[in-house]
């Protein structure tokens, strides 16, 4: 069977095209405390961010986005305020992430 040129059958495949994945944490409320943008170099499957939290304050929202073409698994430890963000050996781990923080005066 032969396709013509312009057949959605000859169409890119979709690992070509950048994902986006969204991780939220709490509720969405109090001032920005900390936002970082970065960026994931090939072959660096695990980055760790370390969220300074000023004395009197508690986290109540944190989100975690990153732009990858296979999704990485992303925590949040809200114990040590650290942000990880993970690939397995398989995934492609060339990247850009940003992290929003926010929190209320205790």
Known sequence: MSHLPYSPDLAPCDFQFPRIKHKHRGVDQGEVIYTKDGSIYL???????????????????????????????????????????KYSWTQISQSSYNIIVKGVKV
């Open 43 to 85: 072959f660096q499957y695990l980055t760790t961010v370390d969220i300074p939290v000023p004395n009197g304050v508690t986290v109540t929202y944190v989100k975690i986005t990153v732009t990858a073409l296979s999704p990485p698994k992303v925590d949040y430890d809200n114990l040590y305020h650290r942000v990880t963000i």
